[in-house]
């Protein structure tokens, strides 16, 4: 009954590779987010897409791209990870209009060696 | 641009004490504010939310903020610490209308038995 999960949990990979973080959610909701945790407790916001538009937050890197193939669906995928890529990393979701009440998946905690 | 500045990275209480997380804001137009709580392994939720409506807002667990626009503050309080209080507090903010949020770097709240 988990409204939003992401999987996996925990990601270990070194650096260079592709990796790619899956979320799902059954709220019906319309617009899904992914936010970034720094190791200092900083949340930052990575995107937030709803089936008309695809907002970037431009300090992020054009190796982290998100893919939705449908609408309680939002995936983050990662190519040629870097050391300061290791974060955990939050998805989100919410009703349009209603950002704030956002629900958030547990997390996936990214390590890069 | 809005951002919020969360004083004070860790807050350890009594229990049984008072609770106070600060949380200033700084915005160019008028502000919606909220409270998240983040529990152990766990995703954020939402604690309460300031929308321009009543400046002194409850939330869920007998917490409670108030919106004080002389001070350019959202302090969140509760009479009573308990330890399942224990958890990490992030400040956020929202431009009126912009339906996407900006944290603060978090307050982790320990309670002392």
């Known amino acids: 009954d988990t409204a939003v999960s992401q999987t996996p949990k925990y990601l270990v990979t070194q650096m260079g590779n592709d990796k790619s973080i899956k979320c799902e959610q059954n709220l019906g909701h319309d617009t899904m987010y992914w936010y970034k945790q720094d190791s200092k407790k900083f949340l930052k916001i990575m995107f937030s897409?709803?089936?008309?538009?695809?907002?970037i937050n431009e300090t992020v890197p054009n190796r982290f791209s998100p893919k939705s193939p449908d609408k309680a669906h939002l995936n983050l995928h990662i190519n040629s990870l870097e050391l300061g890529d290791s974060a955990v990393y939050f998805c989100a979701s919410s009703l349009v209009g209603e950002g704030e009440k956002l629900f958030f998946g547990s997390g996936t905690q990214l390590s890069v060696l | 641009a809005q951002s919020v500045t969360q004083l004070g990275s860790h807050v350890s209480v009594s229990e049984g004490a008072l609770v106070l997380l600060r949380c200033n804001y700084s915005?160019?137009?008028?502000?919606?504010l909220f409270w998240y709580v983040q529990y152990p392994n766990q995703g954020l939720q939402l604690l309460l939310k300031y929308t321009s409506a009543a400046t002194l807002v409850k939330g869920i667990n007998g917490f409670e903020a108030e919106f004080k626009k002389s001070e350019t503050s959202f302090h969140l309080t509760k009479p009573s610490a308990h330890m399942s209080d224990a958890a990490e507090y992030f400040c956020?903010?929202?431009?009126?209308?912009?339906?996407?949020?900006?944290f603060g770097k978090g307050t982790k709240l320990s309670v002392i038995p």
């Open positions: 915005s160019s137009v008028p502000p919606y």
């Open positions: 897409y709803n089936n008309k538009e695809l907002i």
């Open positions: 956020a903010i929202e431009g009126a209308g912009s339906y996407q949020l900006t």
